[in-house]
C-alpha cells in the first residue's frame, strides 16, 4: 500500500537561510527514486479550520520506504534546518 509523509507549516517561516540550507540539501542529496512529491507549497483553500501555512505531501510504495527515507542519514541531517526555519508537524499515513 502506498504511504505519504506530510509535512504541514505552520506559522511564518523565522529563519529564511536555515529554510534555504534545508531545501538545498535535499535537491543536493541522492534522489530516492521511491519517493514521489505530490504537492510542495501549492495553493491551498481550507475547507474547515485553519489552514496550515505551507503544506508537502511525498508519495512512497510503502510505510517502510517512507520511515526509511526519514530515517536516512541523509534526511536526518537535513531536519535541524527545517526546524530551525519554522514550525512543522509531520506525519506518515497509510493510503488505500
Do not use: C
Not at 5 to 10: A, K, N, P, Q, V
Not at 33 to 57: F, I, S, T
Amino acid at each position: 500500500m502506498p504511504a505519504y509523509i506530510i509535512f504541514l507549516r505552520e506559522g511564518a517561516v523565522r529563519d529564511a537561510e536555515a529554510l534555504a540550507t534545508y531545501r538545498n540539501s535535499n535537491r543536493d542529496a541522492p534522489r530516492d527514486p521511491k519517493l514521489q512529491p505530490l504537492v510542495v507549497y501549492g495553493a491551498l483553500e481550507a475547507l474547515e479550520g485553519k489552514a496550515p501555512d505551507g503544506v508537502v505531501v511525498l508519495q512512497f510504495p510503502s510505510v517502510a520506504d517512507a520511515k526509511a527515507w526519514y530515517d536516512s542519514p541523509g534526511y536526518q541531517a537535513a531536519i535541524p534546518h527545517r526546524q530551525r526555519a519554522a514550525d512543522y508537524r509531520a506525519f506518515i499515513v497509510e493510503g488505500l
